[in-house]
């Protein structure tokens, strides 16, 4: 069974950098035709997908966000990191990573907790 942990700061101050990891068990992140993605949910909206990290480590990213959004990968730890600049209130939402199998974008077949994340001074 494959789990996900997301893990990082709970509070960031406008105009700083988020930054959050996803640690995968039970399955490498480097298993052919999956997609790992970073995914959030504003309080009282619904679900956005923000980007992607293929297997084959090609990255993909949603065109509201990928002037501030960069994804990586750490394959000796099987963990994948999000990064998100500028940050503003409007950024504050439950931080979700998430595995979906030759699509990029879902339908996910794993998703972590959340994390929440506040944007504020």
């Known amino acids: 069974q494959v789990q996900l942990q997301e893990s990082g700061p709970g509070l960031v101050k406008p105009s700083q950098t988020l930054s959050l990891t996803c640690t995968v068990s039970?399955?490498?992140?480097?298993?052919?035709?999956?997609?790992w993605s970073w995914i959030r949910q504003p309080p009282g909206k619904g679900l956005e997908w923000m980007g992607a990290?293929?297997?084959?480590?090609?990255?993909y990213y949603s065109p509201s966000l990928k002037s501030r959004t960069s994804i990586s990968r750490d394959t000796s730890k099987n963990q994948f990191t999000l990064q998100l600049s500028s940050v503003t209130p409007e950024d504050t939402a439950v931080y979700y990573c998430?595995?979906?199998?030759?699509?990029?974008?879902?339908?996910?077949?794993?998703r972590g907790q959340g994390t929440q994340v506040t944007v504020s001074s």
């Open positions: 998430a595995a979906s199998v030759h699509l990029v974008a879902g339908p996910y077949l794993y």
């Open positions: 039970g399955g490498s992140i480097t298993t052919d035709y999956y997609y």
């Open positions: 990290i293929a297997y084959s480590g090609s990255t």
